[in-house]
């Protein structure tokens, strides 16, 4: 078999077939909702076509490795440079600071063929939000067959070596190895499943097995029968999958992919009118076409997020074609037969990675001038082991002033709790007539019912501390999984320790504040229970609205939206994630209603928000006074806390008031039984 492969329309024809349904789909996924499965078609046809030239080479002597990268190198490198280059040009422009960072991150890891991994190890799932703004993400597709070009040669070389072929058992074992991984890691994995080489291998065996099998026995009427049913396939898994996750639709649009490679036949292509110049074309370009296509959608998105301007979905497909057409004829063109140049296009890739590595170290903020500074204090209640923190979460909070312990006061605050079983006491006194247990969100209200408590003069005790929950079972039993803070070890022991409190010091009032969820109906009734038996009156507080931004510093990406203070200095905007308010809202009053006595419920929500009688929907209050409200999209800041003070004020006093109504009426009872008849 000689190593040159004949010119095969239908593979360009299913090239446009594989790329057309990406693009819609990241234009509209309602428009295709499998269009995404495009990319598994692509390493069927990479694993075929890889397979066939590697083959050929095999059987007339070996493979020309050095040969073999340089080609892979011209065809890939020159044009993925380009839109690298350009897209990190643009993003200094377009982009949020933080994701000014993620873009130089992402750079040099789709330069160095790791961008796979990289978006693996920042993002997590491919679906996420902060994902979806990386305008580089598509190039994790390319991390995966870059991968596959630099280890499958040296691979089928050993196996030549040892049978004197490629047995196709040999390579359907490893497809079937890889489909069972794939299937173990969606339930269990799915993002690694979803960006890695090992999970993706069986997709471009899948084209390497239709390689090895030949069709030569194959009638023209099986092959036309073999490649509509493959058209059938594909197409189905286009319609039918689902738009946010792994699924059998791989499986199929795989397999319909590797009926139509396996069936070489032109004919049926031909009689569907689909080797037309048009599809052809779209075939010959759609390298360049995935390129350009996910930066084009990422920036439009950023357009009309920051200046407020709607570009029209139309605009944007015409400058996807326009920006692969310019890449296809004066890069990717031109470069690909330029052998000499190879080594030259290696050093430019290494050179540019290497800048992009330098500028991942810039300082990227935004200008918080317009802004009173921003505070958190929420560090200075959270019960955690001493010295823990997350990277992540400090690099979010970058320009926010957060409020720290001072080293003098180190041992008189929580954390202390796991050394000298003691919890976090403010007035003095060794009674805790108010207790406090909640995650992040119990932390928000921290200041201002510290404020509160020593206005009215009641001694406060908190354990609350970042992504725990405020809820747990009763016996508690040992953890098997760590906390954000915590070792399992650590967890355990701070359960134990809150149970503790409320069994023997027995507050009077313990107030409750979390990331409301539906499933904390059920998480809470051990909880409350344990609290109402030791007579304690109960204090819940609602959730703020959260404000629709993503998982973003809130003062930083105001600042990037350019929002204007009115003469007052507040900010209204239509940002309101309205579900997540309203699950939240339902979710607590489902508690406090289950709870027969001692349980009453702050509400602070329609401090922040309002109705729109312009838009039909809600406002949000994310300034007050140059203030920011909010720390990011669910945290207040210490000033938006402030706003409820006066509720939660009142609250708290009612709750005291009713607490004092029972002992006076159990002292009387009491009193009563005891005196003589």
Known sequence: MSNKIGYRPDIDVLRAFAVLPVVLFHLDSDLIPGGFLGVDVFFVISGYLITRLLQGELQQGGIDLLGFWRRRILRILPALMTMVVVTFLIGQILLFAPERNDLATNSWAALLSVSNISHWLSYGGYWGAEANDSPLLHTWSLGVEEQFYLFYPLFLLMVFRLFGNIPVLLILGVLLISLGGFAYGLLNYPSATFYLLPTRAWELAAGATAALVSPAALRTKAANALSFLGLVFVAAAYIFAMPDSLSLWNVVAVAGASLIVYSSTQNLFSKLRLTNQALLWIGLISYSLYLWHYPVVVYGKAIETRYSSEISPVLLFFLIFLFAWISYRFVETPLRRAKSAASKVGFATLFLAGLALGAQNFDYQENLANFKPTQWAGNLYRVNPRGASSEGVDERMKGIEVLQKTPAAEDTYAGAYLEKGIVLEYSGSDKIEVFVLGDSHGLQWAPVIDEIMHEIGKTVSFMTADGTPAFFNIPVQPDAQRGLLFTSEQLTDFKQARLRVIRERKPELVIISAAWRESHIKESEDVISEILKSGAQILFIGAPPRLEIGDRNAPQYLSYLGVQNDERGDVWLDLVDSEHYQEAKI?????????????????????????????????????????????????????????????????????????????????????????PE
């Not at 006074?625 to 669910?634: A, K, T, W």
């Not at 210490?638 to 005291?656: C, D, M, N, P, T």
Request: net charge negative; aromatic share 4%; hydrophobic share 40%.
């Open 587 to 675: 979710t607590v009053k489902s508690i406090v209603d289950r709870c027969e006595s001692n349980c009453r419920l702050v509400e602070p929500g329609p401090i922040y928000i309002r109705s729109s009688k312009d838009e039909g929907g809600w406002l949000l209050k994310v300034i007050d006074n140059e203030e920011v409200l909010y720390i990011d999209d669910d945290h207040l800041s210490v000033a938006g806390a402030r706003l409820s003070k006066e509720l939660i004020q009142k609250g708290v006093l009612a709750a005291f008031a009713e607490h004092d109504v029972k002992m006076a009426n159990l002292n009387e009872v009491n009193n009563a039984s005891e005196s």
